[in-house]
C-alpha cells in the first residue's frame, strides 16, 4: 500500500514537472496535472493541498540530484576540481534532459513572491561549486596566487550561465562539447600549467542526468554516476 501511494506521488510530480516546463507554473492547471497523470484531481489532493506544495516537492526531488552527486563524490575521494568540473556537466546534463529539474529552475524563475527567482534554483549547486574551490584551495590544488573573490565570482557566473543557456536548450552551448570547451578556457586561469593534462573536462561517461525518485517508486531509473578520472 505504502509502495502504491509512493509510485502515485512520483506520477504526480513527473506529470506536474512536465507541464510546469511546457506551458509554465502559472499555465499549468492542477486539473491539467491529475489528467495527464492518469488521475482524479481528488487523487492529487490526497498527496498534495495546492499547487505550491506539488511544486516544492519538485523542487525538492531536482534537489535531490545534487545530493546524491555529492554523496558519490565524497564518497570515492574524487579531487575537488575534478568535481567542480563533473558538477558543470551534471547541471547541464539535467536541465537540458530532465523534466523535473528544468521545472525546478522554471518554477524558481517564474515564482516571484513565492521562490527568489533563478537564485533559488542556482544557489546550491553555486554553494557546492564555491566549497569543492575552497577545498582545492586547501589542498594547495589551486595556481597561486588565486585572487579569492575573483575566483568565486567566475565560478558563480560559470553555474548560472550554464544553467541558463542549458535550461533554455540553447545551441551556443552544446552538451557535453559546450561545457568541456569552457573548461579548456578556465582550467589554465585555475590551476598550475603542469595539472592542467591531468584533468578530464569531458562529462563522464555516465554523468547521471534525472532526478532520483523518492524511495518506494519501483519503476524508477537507477541513478549512477560514473568515477571522476
Not at 30 to 52: E, M, N, P, R
Amino acid at each position: 500500500m505504502q509502495a502504491r501511494s509512493a509510485r502515485t506521488r512520483n506520477k504526480l510530480v513527473r506529470a506536474g514537472a512536465e507541464l510546469f516546463d511546457r506551458k509554465g507554473y502559472a499555465q499549468a492547471t492542477l486539473v491539467q496535472i491529475a489528467t495527464s497523470a492518469g488521475l482524479t484531481k481528488g487523487a492529487l489532493y490526497f498527496h498534495f493541498a495546492s499547487k505550491d506544495a506539488l511544486a516544492d516537492d519538485i523542487q525538492e526531488q531536482a534537489h535531490l540530484l545534487l545530493q546524491e552527486f555529492v554523496r558519490t563524490h565524497r564518497q570515492r575521494s574524487t579531487a575537488p576540481v575534478q568535481a567542480l568540473i563533473d558538477l558543470t556537466h551534471l547541471l547541464a546534463g539535467a536541465l537540458h534532459d530532465d523534466p523535473v529539474v528544468r521545472a525546478s529552475f522554471r518554477i524558481a524563475h517564474e515564482g516571484a513572491g513565492r521562490n527568489p527567482s533563478t537564485a533559488g534554483f542556482h544557489d546550491p549547486w553555486i554553494a557546492e561549486a564555491l566549497a569543492l574551490l575552497d577545498e582545492a584551495r586547501r589542498q594547495g590544488s589551486l595556481r597561486a596566487p588565486l585572487p579569492h573573490g575573483r575566483a568565486d565570482v567566475l565560478l558563480s557566473t560559470l553555474i548560472c550561465g550554464i544553467g541558463v543557456l542549458a535550461a533554455a536548450a540553447s545551441p551556443r552551448l552544446e552538451l557535453g562539447r559546450g561545457v568541456a570547451e569552457l573548461w579548456a578556457q578556465l582550467l589554465p586561469t585555475l590551476v598550475p600549467d603542469d595539472d592542467v593534462d591531468g584533468y578530464r573536462t569531458q562529462p563522464p561517461q555516465d554523468v547521471p542526468v534525472a532526478a532520483p525518485a523518492p524511495a518506494g517508486d519501483l519503476g524508477a531509473p537507477a541513478l549512477s554516476t560514473h568515477d571522476a578520472a
